[in-house]
């Protein structure tokens, strides 16, 4: 007879046996063809896993698609032609940063390679009903929050 958990087995036929007592001084009947085994099924029954024993395409695909990236290999600024208004150099770096509600316009900050930076504000004209934007130029300080 064999015993797989709880479950007891005919050992002539293979048979599944009637619900094992877990007791070994029990014997149970085959149904199929009447041999008599004594019950090795246990009452208690403790199972371990872990992930890997339940492959899932899904959790493979995320995993082979993981890419590390570290902080300081990201440049997430642009250049552009633009003097800068402390050095006069001609190229400063720039990025566009959403300060207000989502219904006005986004804030452009410059930086210049001196440590300037400057924000330029797009806000529509109050006095035009044109499309185009107005620019307000404001010195930005204490930048340091923006700064990678």
């Given at each position: 007879?064999?015993?797989?958990?709880?479950?007891?087995?005919?050992?002539?036929c293979?048979?599944l046996?009637?619900?094992?007592?877990?007791?070994?001084?029990?014997?149970l009947?085959?149904?199929?063809?009447g041999?008599?085994?004594?019950?090795t099924?246990?009452?208690?029954?403790?199972?371990k896993s872990?992930p890997s024993?339940?492959?899932?395409?899904?959790?493979?695909?995320?995993?082979?698609?993981?890419?590390?990236?570290?902080?300081?290999?990201?440049?997430?600024d642009?250049?552009?032609?633009?003097?800068?208004?402390?050095?006069?150099r001609?190229?400063?770096?720039?990025?566009?940063?959403?300060?207000?509600?989502?219904?006005?316009?986004?804030?452009?900050i410059?930086?210049?390679?001196?440590?300037?930076?400057?924000?330029?504000?797009?806000?529509?004209s109050?006095?035009?009903?044109?499309?185009?934007?107005?620019?307000?130029t404001?010195?930005?300080?204490?930048?340091?929050?923006f700064k990678?």
């Amino acid at each position: 007879m064999a015993a797989i958990g709880s479950l007891v087995f005919c050992t002539d036929c293979g048979n599944l046996l009637p619900a094992s007592l877990g007791n070994a001084h029990n014997i149970l009947t085959c149904e199929c063809c009447g041999a008599e085994n004594k019950d090795t099924g246990s009452t208690r029954i403790v199972t371990k896993s872990k992930p890997s024993d339940f492959p899932s395409l899904l959790r493979q695909k995320l995993q082979s698609n993981v890419q590390r990236v570290e902080r300081h290999n990201v440049k997430t600024d642009s250049t552009v032609t633009e003097r800068c208004p402390k050095c006069g150099r001609e190229e400063v770096t720039y990025t566009n940063v959403q300060l207000r509600s989502a219904d006005e316009g986004s804030t452009i900050i410059y930086m210049c390679q001196c440590g300037y930076s400057y924000a330029l504000s797009r806000l529509p004209s109050p006095v035009s009903r044109l499309p185009s934007p107005v620019f307000r130029t404001a010195a930005f300080k204490g930048y340091s929050v923006f700064k990678n």
